[in-house]
């Protein structure tokens, strides 16, 4: 949908512009000819990155309906994809997915907002465009950015026009004039996906076949990628490190567990073999993941009451009231269990297709987050952020317009406008009760035992899926894989040295196994601490210790430190709305609401000011440092200096390494959320920084270390409960009250579609 430059100039037909075929490539899969990948190289600027000379694509693999027999059904996959290669030595770096969670969030959440090579910033009244971000992950990988299940983001089953609703994100088919009591820009006619639930995976072990499928294209299309293919250091197989977060924590489990499979499919069936690649996962990052109900629901009162900011959300007999919720006779846990027994004897391969086991897991969903999770929405706080209230401003919205804009959607080569959320995705979800099925712990434990990586990352802030919950989760998956596992209960806390004056969080490392908990982050953990972040995803495709960044042998590492990390914080102050609107139901207070109803106040790139005045001019020194699509900034770095090389163990990959000039803190760390910005620094951004050692004014713990988490003592047999629909990567939206009572959805601001 072109944003073009006001609201003055908007039309009611806004849809994307023609895909220019000579600016596209479209070619048959290697591997499977009934596939198709079309994509086109990123003109300079619309994405900017640190050097110019770093290659980007977007485009789509499409896969004909049936290909995920039995599953699939009669609709076709058009999976979005955006390429970024890695700043320095693409040829040899690793091979990084990212995908975002929901379900029905798109990955373009992580690009922008989080972890990508470039954020969005205002250049002028009516003109946005791109920055470098210092902490990309394209800083030591390649990275691949999938909007995924289908329907989600820029990708889709069949275009659809309809008409977009701003004021209540709701999608209007077919499109229809913009009713009488709207302004003209707040009701908008485009093309977008099918918006038919039945038309996407509403399984987590659905959508990680199509993600295999993709896969087997991408790496065999882009064969300077893939570890097997390529000229510079080759491996056996086509070796890629999958990170992803808050829903998330099933997708990954699901995904790795399907590769799995697969391979040892193709190690038994040679007319397989012969038609497909294998694709070896090395490392699995979950950042603040959703992984198992009955393991992380009980932790949600326990934080919501008592948690290291000293922060009362809810009172005490609210937290035991949830607790009883949980524990009491046909409450969420004995819920949850009768839904896993009916899926563990109905649906075990987790097609979704079992009515009798969607009522059951459905059901216990709902009832779990109703009682369990639903009365912290009662506090008015963010569930992503526990120190501000429920209209957090950060991370900037701002990309939303951005990719509406006709420009860019021409860069992009997409055929549909631009939706953050899925309603359909979620429906699909919600109606098999995915949240509260079972399996995605045993299968981390295969993946353990397979040899992977797997790393639980966890902001310290974040309420929907806290840090409490995430440690019990990796106790949980400790307690399940054995002896072998039993070092972890004697692994201590170690901190993350970020750089040479900072820690970051703390790490307790067993082999394989790690889980770190972020300091003052929120949900979308590198939005707010971007160089920790960064620097605990290097260490994990790195195969070092998450501590310090020194190689060693994991198989026998062990983390040491305090038993409990105790560390005490302090929150910063809540931050006044800022209303997009693009976001509506997530930023806009009711008196904004209103405004925009009644064409009152001002609309600049996207956000609404009640006068012109209120706008600010963006910092001409940040301005000279963003990018256009086709206009590269005039600070851009031609190409990349040649890095100190250090082989990554257990693979050939290369990476480049360095040792941080000291004397600041992490990049956001000592921002609120409502202040944090873009981030630049005078030197080139590259390299990962090893520690040497800890800094002396900073501390790991801010304890004796004796204090008693509960997670610490949690085992296979000692399990708590969970599932609720507002695990999203992003802030809350219509589709995020699916599914639960009238009080939550009021207190949210929502409705139900």
Request: with cysteine; aromatic share 10%; glycine share 8%.
């Amino acid at each position: 949908m072109d944003e073009m430059e006001g609201v003055s100039s908007r039309t009611l037909a806004q849809f994307p512009p023609p895909v220019a075929d000579e600016t596209r490539i479209t070619i048959l899969s290697p591997v499977d000819p009934n596939v198709t990948i079309s994509y086109q190289s990123v003109p300079i600027g619309t994405c900017t990155t640190v050097f110019a000379t770093q290659k980007q694509f977007t485009g789509y693999i499409t896969l004909p309906p049936n290909v995920l027999q039995p599953s699939q059904g009669n609709y076709t996959i058009n999976a979005f994809f955006w390429f970024i290669e890695a700043r320095q030595l693409p040829e040899s770096s690793p091979l990084t997915i990212f995908i975002n969670g929901g379900p029905g969030s798109s990955s373009m959440v992580g690009l922008f907002q989080e972890l990508g090579p470039c954020q969005v910033i205002e250049i002028s009244e009516g003109r946005l465009g791109t920055i470098a971000r210092d902490w990309g992950w394209d800083r030591s990988s390649n990275i691949v950015f999938i909007d995924q299940p289908v329907q989600v983001g820029f990708s889709y089953d069949t275009p659809t026009n309809a008409s977009l609703n701003l004021l209540d994100e709701s999608i209007i088919m077919p499109p229809t004039d913009v009713p009488i009591t709207q302004p003209d820009y707040s009701f908008l006619n485009g093309t977008f996906a099918s918006e038919n639930p039945s038309f996407t995976a509403n399984t987590s072990q659905i959508a990680a076949q199509s993600i295999w499928h993709f896969l087997q294209t991408f790496l065999t299309s882009f064969p300077q990628y893939n570890t097997a293919l390529r000229t510079q250091d080759t491996q056996p197989t086509a070796e890629i490190h999958l990170f992803t977060e808050s829903f998330g924590g099933r997708y990954g489990p699901a995904v790795g567990s399907f590769f799995q499979a697969q391979n040892e499919r193709r190690a038994t069936d040679v007319d397989f073999s012969n038609r497909t690649i294998d694709v070896n996962l090395i490392s699995l990052g979950i950042i603040n993941g959703w992984i198992d109900l009955l393991t992380q629901a009980p932790y949600h009162p326990k934080f919501a009451y008592e948690n290291t900011y000293g922060i009362e959300a809810i009172s005490q007999l609210q937290q035991l009231n949830a607790l009883s919720a949980y524990n009491n006779a046909d409450g969420c846990q004995q819920l949850t269990a009768a839904c896993r027994a009916q899926e563990a004897a109905l649906d075990p391969l987790g097609n979704g297709n079992v009515e009798v086991v969607n009522d059951a897991c459905s059901q216990a969903q709902l009832y779990c987050q109703t009682y369990v999770v639903g009365p912290y929405t009662q506090s008015g706080r963010s569930i992503y952020d526990i120190s501000q209230n429920l209209l957090d401003p950060f991370p900037s919205s701002l990309y939303l317009d951005y990719l509406n804009q006709r420009s860019v959607q021409q860069a992009l080569g997409v055929p549909v406008n631009y939706t953050q959320d899925s309603m359909a995705v979620f429906k699909a979800f919600n109606t098999t009760g995915d949240y509260a099925r079972d399996g995605m712990i045993p299968d981390l434990v295969e993946l353990l035992n397979a040899g992977v990586r797997v790393a639980l990352i966890y902001g310290d802030r974040d309420y929907i899926c806290n840090w409490l919950g995430g440690e019990a989760v990796s106790f949980a998956i400790a307690g399940l894989a054995g002896p072998s596992y039993l070092p972890w209960y004697s692994a201590g806390y170690a901190p993350i040295v970020a750089n040479s004056s900072y820690v970051g969080g703390v790490v307790r490392q067993y082999g394989n196994l790690s889980f770190s908990r972020i300091y003052d982050a929120g949900h979308l953990v590198p939005a707010y601490q971007p160089e920790t972040a960064f620097t605990v995803f290097s260490r994990i495709i790195q195969g070092t210790d998450i501590s310090m960044g020194s190689h060693v042998d994991l198989s026998t590492y062990t983390s040491f430190g305090d038993d409990n990390s105790t560390h005490q914080n302090s929150a910063p102050p809540a931050a006044e709305p800022t209303c997009f609107l693009r976001a509506v139901e997530a930023s806009c207070n009711t008196d904004q609401k209103n405004m925009l109803a009644n064409k009152a106040g001002v609309i600049i790139n996207g956000i609404l000011y009640d006068e012109q005045s209120d706008w600010q001019s963006p910092d001409p020194s940040v301005v000279t440092m963003a990018g256009l699509p086709g206009t590269a900034p005039a600070s851009m770095v031609t190409s990349a200096p040649a890095p100190e090389s250090t082989t990554i163990p257990g693979t050939s990959s290369s990476l480049s390494t360095h040792s941080t000039k000291g004397g600041k803190t992490d990049s956001a760390s000592s921002e609120t959320s409502a202040t944090a910005g873009p981030t630049t620094s005078s030197g080139l951004p590259t390299g990962v920084y090893t520690a040497s050692g800890v800094p002396p004014t900073s501390t790991s713990s801010g304890g004796s270390g004796k204090t008693s988490n509960a997670a610490s003592s949690t085992t296979k047999a000692n399990n708590a409960f969970f599932s609720f629909p507002m695990f999203r990567d992003t802030r809350p939206s219509t589709a995020t009250a699916v599914f639960v009572y009238a009080y939550f959805v009021s207190v949210l601001g929502h409705q139900l579609m």
